[in-house]
């Protein structure tokens, strides 16, 4: 997943000449050298040096906020060229869950109740600057692995030559939180990736506040818990019924489409907000 703005955006490159300030520097070399000599305070010099500061300082400023203005008109024609896509709106109205998402923060929750189940997915746009190689390491040489058994050298050179690669979806983290009245809370993490949710860990805790673990007192307490075995290595139905214990929950390929969407769309709108934020504190 990456982010709209960074296609076909140039970023001009300004050349500082020098020559001009080292003429200066020499025709000031004389001056120097007698500077000794002057009885004279140094007041007169030490203002221009003040008043040349703060004259570039004012043209900095200038034109560090003609660059945010020209920044947030992109924004604004991408916004015009580029609308909410429908497939946001419709989940939003006709999705099982309820959307918590306040302006400035990168997080997004998602709320439901399910029987006497309360049911929270939390989700942040910092992962759409996620390194998707980096993330993905052990799947892809797992991956790699099963290729160099199938087939020949020759025939893998053709296929990479002769098509276009796939493009790599960037994984989004899912933190889900399944609560019980007086059982506590059943804690998944899963990862979003190609429209698919994949579950990585699955832990119960008879406390349910060390699922959400806000203060650095819960974090700790929880460290000492036992986490649970690695998911992938539980029995292949078990997974299965996993899987399907967060489908009938609504926690499906419907909710792994929406979520890539809805954290591009709020990262575009958090972005533009940065800028109108940065350039009203450097113009006042």
Known sequence: MISIRSIGRATPKYLICTSSSRTNIQ?????????????????????????????????????LIAKLSSEIQFENEMKE??????????????????????????????????????????????????????????RAFDAEEEEEGEGSPGEHKNSDEGGEEDDISVPVRLHIVVEKPGKGALVIDSVIQDSMVMIESCLHYENPEHAYAKTSEQFHERQDLYAGPVFANLDEELQVLFERYLDERGINTALAIFVPEYINMKEQREYARWLKNIKNFVET
């Open 81 to 138: 060229d580029f609308s909410q896509p429908t497939s946001i709106k419709d989940y939003l109205e006709n999705g099982p869950f309820d959307i918590i998402d306040e302006p400035g923060k990168e997080e997004v929750i998602l709320t439901r109740t399910y029987g006497q189940e309360k049911i929270q997915i939390t989700f942040s746009i910092s992962d759409i600057n996620m390194d998707p190689d980096a993330d993905m390491s052990d």
């Open 27 to 63: 025709r000031r070399l004389p001056f120097l050298q007698s500077l000794w000599k002057l009885p004279q305070s140094h007041v007169s010099f030490s203002t221009s040096i003040t008043k040349n500061s703060k004259t570039k300082s004012k043209h900095g400023d200038s034109e």
